[in-house]
């Protein structure tokens, strides 16, 4: 449900020096700051608009938008403005500013508030000291994690991973946590039948756990294959579109993905008993994926809960489901309504083995985005949760690898190596063990 936009403020600026700091809807949405005749990231095609940036919303051409937050450093020497959603957990209006003749006009669709930064506080100090004001706990310190996704991406299978535990010890490689990532399960929304890759779930994290290291497992909670099992016996747990057919989450994997509703008691219920049984198997670090899709707007069995209500209770069913202790990592989150709910989150899209991104749409992989944004939203990191730069790639077949290297460990967030660790030369195997020992 989008309002008309109303006037906000209307500011002063040197249009040759001002900045405007966009924040993108979530974790793969650009984010960051231009200068006023800078064009920002848009969406290249109506795909990505819905899996990475916000559904629904087209922001005009020569204007700024920020997703419940904006910031404005009016380059001629006066205080950075900020404006931030009221109530970030409950409604993200959108905030726009167009720039005309020394003048910057900023409007929203919903209640906003306006923050003045303090004496000579850039935008991102200004926007550090926004988060701190939302007054939430400091996040615990993150384990460091070993990834499969970077190199064996969906055709991982369970001796990869027994290979790479066993490379850890004869490299001397601290990873607390070996995480396997998308490719263990037959179908999204099938968590807990297995692919032929994979003999058993609780096998492998027994054989984590005994050479003294966490078992980590990924999940895309909210979405659900057509062809699963799930969609097939139980139409009614997903979200409907006003037409009647399903909500569409975005076209990936080959096919055209829908939406669990976890407002159905139980969709709920089976949501509930897929992490109690991964957390009983003994895996306690749980990164939970293209969270986007649980904030779609769509017909659900509660039409009372609007869709950032029926996103945070579903998050909030798994966190009880996998108990206080459970390491919770958020990716392709929906930023400002998952304030509180996470202890680390995905800042950037995703990287890649190569630089530039495809159709240069700088939500899509690669390391030129994930550095973008990733560097945009260092002000959230120990202030809303620990943030999530992206894995380390360190192996020799990867594009400007150093570089890449050096961008993760300058964000001081979650370490996570992500190669086929007998394939590291040895600037790679010093260069992970250093980032995951701490050092940068």
């Keep these: 449900m989008h309002h008309p936009f109303t006037p906000v403020a209307t500011v002063p600026v040197d249009p040759r020096r001002a900045r405007v700091h966009e924040e993108g809807w979530q974790s793969w949405s650009p984010s960051g700051a231009y200068a006023l005749d800078a ?110 996704w970077y190199e064996y991406f969906t055709a991982v299978t369970e001796d990869d991973v027994h290979e790479n535990l066993r490379a850890m010890d004869t490299l001397d490689l601290p990873a607390d946590v070996v995480q396997i990532d998308d490719g263990y399960q037959r179908a999204l929304g099938d968590w807990l039948t297995l692919s032929g890759r994979f003999r058993s779930r609780e096998g492998i994290a027994d054989a984590i756990r005994a050479r003294g290291r966490r078992a980590g497992i990924w999940t895309a909670p909210f979405l659900v294959d057509p062809a699963s099992e799930l969609a097939t016996v139980h139409p009614d747990w997903l979200v409907r579109d006003p037409d009647g057919g399903f909500a569409h989450a975005g076209r990936n994997w080959g096919h055209d993905l829908r939406v669990l509703d976890t407002t159905h008691p139980e969709a709920a219920a089976y949501l509930t008993d897929v992490f109690r049984t991964l957390r009983a198997e003994g895996y306690d670090y749980f990164k939970v994926d293209f969270l986007y899709a649980g904030a779609l ?86 202030r809303l949760w620990t943030n999530d730069p992206d894995c380390l790639m360190a192996r ?14 300058a964000t001081g967030g979650l370490m996570a190596s992500s190669d086929r660790l007998l394939s590291l030369d040895e600037w790679g195997v010093h260069t992970t063990r250093r980032l995951l020992s701490g050092g940068r």
């Excluded at 020799?396 to 460990?409: F, K």
């Design 396 to 409: 020799p077949a990867v594009e400007t690898r150093e570089r890449w290297a050096a961008h993760v460990a």
């Design 39 to 148: 064009r920002p990231h848009r969406p290249t095609n109506a795909n990505w608009a819905t899996v990475c940036y916000r559904p629904g919303v087209t922001v005009p051409a020569g204007a700024f938008q920020g997703e419940g937050l904006l910031a404005l450093d009016p380059g001629d020497g006066s205080p950075v403005r900020l404006w931030a959603a009221t109530d970030p957990a409950r409604e993200v209006p959108s905030i726009r500013l167009t720039a005309r003749a020394g003048h910057a006009e900023v409007t929203a669709d919903g209640p906003v508030k306006e923050y003045a930064g303090a004496e000579g506080a850039d935008v991102q100090a200004t926007l550090a000291d926004w988060a701190t004001s939302c007054g939430l706990a400091a996040p615990r310190p993150a384990p460091t994690v070993w990834c499969s």
């Design 297 to 382: 707007d769509g017909v659900r069995h509660d039409d009372g809960a609007d869709a950032t209500a029926a996103y945070r209770s579903g998050i909030a069913l798994i966190r009880e489901a996998i108990g206080a202790d459970a390491y919770l990592l958020g990716c392709g989150a929906p930023i400002l309504p998952s304030l509180g709910l996470f202890d680390a989150m995905r800042v950037s899209p995703d990287t890649a083995p190569h630089r530039r991104p495809e159709a240069d749409d700088y939500s899509q992989p690669g390391q030129d985005p994930a550095e973008f944004t990733g560097a945009g939203r260092q002000w959230q990191h120990g």
